[in-house]
């Protein structure tokens, strides 16, 4: 069968809307395929683009698939954990598609059972992006909560993250239902979900609220701990699962995993999701997140970190390399042809075996001395039309000062800003050198930042990319371009940065 979405096999060449490139056919459902695409007007990067099924193309379904992309692009502007729509649109031959980040990670499905510090850590993330879902979107002036309907590990992503170790993504808004909003409430009458999660009025195929999202996250949190579902029907009939949450009490999670040592709260706090009458649960989010909270700080946990949140606890390079460059740092002064101003640019520094790639700034010596035990993060961009260019983002954070953007725009036409990337390929970290505002504006602190490993794979591809460009003289338009994803990753960003300093300050000494 032809998965293609053009109307005739076509090269490997074509893009789709003249922008994205279809890879590969990574995932097929019930209303379409996913396809891995990358997007040449971006440098490259990788995106995953949804079709609608040709078997599914009326116009009902055609409006529900629309939907579904403007309310993942609305709501991941919202909440760091519901994946992210960026572009939508119509195929050549007038199929519908829309376009998501790429995630590389793993279904929530293939997780579990899960460990007790890995469940509060992830159930927090998805009750945060559930949150946001149920607090509703604007449209046209008036806020309509919005309930996803078909909550379960298949559509739940959790992938490695740089700052909080692993994160949630939400998936499939496909059949998530408005509430109060009577220009969509025709399109939600009816049985949707996935059997063995669904609510008991969900079942019935009456009106829902935000309380039936609420059951099918208990019978999630029960299976993420112990691996089965609270109920073992007969089969997997719709007559035998109506019967389960209907009429027949959940097992205990001691009787499915009697070596699972879980608090009682905890226990009592998924029971009561799993109550038969929504009156009965917890009736929002919010109470949820507070009782996983009160739990987190009454018992000891050992959260999962990846190696670059380890990094940004200390306040100064590794101990290695903190010999070498402080003492190349101290001696630095600031460069006459820069302005006595807060500034940031990128230099190469010379030290012994060899030239590191550094970030030179100027700030307040107050400021310097706050600043000292901010989180770090950095994240680059890269575009190759009109003109090869990359944007290096490195920001500083902590609770009380907010974050301070240091961006760079490198020109990867010029050969000196190619090697310059180059020496952060062959670099896990670079330092950031701080210079005092006030004379005689001498070096004052050294930071360090890592970079990922895979981060440091693409920025070579990069360089290679630029290397390989014929030359171009509209640097200002891809800077333009660039300035524009800037704005729109700044949010996630700190969604990222804010989720980060409040586990560091809510984990148990």
Known sequence: MNTSPFSSPRSSTELLANR????????????????????????????AIKFLSQTMSDAKLQENFAREAQMSAALSQKSLHIVRAYDYGLSENGKPFYVMEYLCGKSLKDLIPLSLPMFMTLSRQICLGLQCAHQGMNIDGNIYPLVHRDIKPANILVIPDPILGQLVKILDFGIAKFLNYKAVVSTNKGFNGTLPYCSPEQLEGGELDSRSDIYSLGVMMFEMLTGEKPWQPETDYFGAWYKAHHFEPPRAIADVNPNLKLPQQLNDLIMACLAKQASNRPQNIAKILQILESVSNSISLTLPTSSAAKSTSSSSLSSGLLTKIEETCRQLTWPQDKPIQEIVFPQLLDTNPGSIPALWLMLPEQEIKNRALSIRHNQFIFVTSPHPMLLWVTVLYSRELGPKWLPCYLDMQNSQNQRLVWTLVENERYPLIFFTMEAPHSCANVLSSRIASAQQQILKTWVKQSQKLPPSSAPQLSKNLLKQQYKQMQFQILQNLESKAQTIATKPI
Do not use: H, S, T
């Open 20 to 47: 994205y490139q279809l890879k590969q056919l990574i995932g097929r459902g019930g209303m379409g395929e996913v396809f891995l695409a990358n997007d040449v007007l971006l440098g490259g990067i990788p995106v």
